[in-house]
């Protein structure tokens, strides 16, 4: 019997991906099970994009930052 199991990951969420050798960083939406991303200049641009989509699509104020390694 084949069972279907929900997905581990949120459906929708927010989180800023830094990069190791860049300023930049990007700010990930997840939302209905599309994505969409926004480079920022810096990791305070990120942040602040990052809360502005959670209210946005009216998701919780924590994003995730995760780091390029």
């Known amino acids: 019997m084949i069972e279907e ?6 459906e ?4 800023v991906q830094r990069y190791q050798n860049s300023s930049e ?3 990930v939406v997840k939302f209905r099970g599309r ?8 990791y305070s ?6 809360k ?5 699509y009216r998701l919780s104020d924590d994003f995730e930052i995760l780091s390029e390694s």
């Open 5 to 10: 199991h929900e997905s581990i990951e949120p």
């Open 45 to 50: 641009q990120a942040v602040k994009w990052a």
């Open 12 to 15: 929708n969420r927010v989180w």
């Open 25 to 27: 960083c990007d700010v």
């Open 52 to 56: 502005i989509e959670c209210k946005a």
């Open 35 to 42: 994505e969409m991303s926004l480079r920022c200049r810096d």
